[in-house]
């Protein structure tokens, strides 16, 4: 027969305000550092707004190799 353990002995751990500052303390870092990554992702993603009196970047047409054996206009 098994010996009779009271409920309180036979408890793994006990309740213990350190155990919860431990916990909170981590969770706070967790998200701290969540934070901080989220900022360092959206400073290097964000897109550049470009200056006011900033000319637009030129285009440069490139022809297709039908355009290039097309026939010349006719009047010239």
């Known amino acids: 027969m098994e ?3 009271p409920p309180k002995k036979a408890r793994q751990g006990r309740r213990s305000p350190r155990i919860f500052v431990i916990l909170a303390v981590s969770t706070a870092l967790a998200l ?6 989220e900022f360092y992702y959206n400073l290097e993603i964000a ?20 355009e290039e054996r097309a026939l010349p206009p006719a009047n010239e």
């Open 3 to 5: 010996p009779d353990i």
């Open 32 to 37: 701290v550092a969540w934070a901080a990554v």
């Open 47 to 66: 897109p550049e707004e470009p200056m006011e009196n900033a000319d637009p970047p030129a285009v440069e047409r490139q022809s297709t190799p039908a």
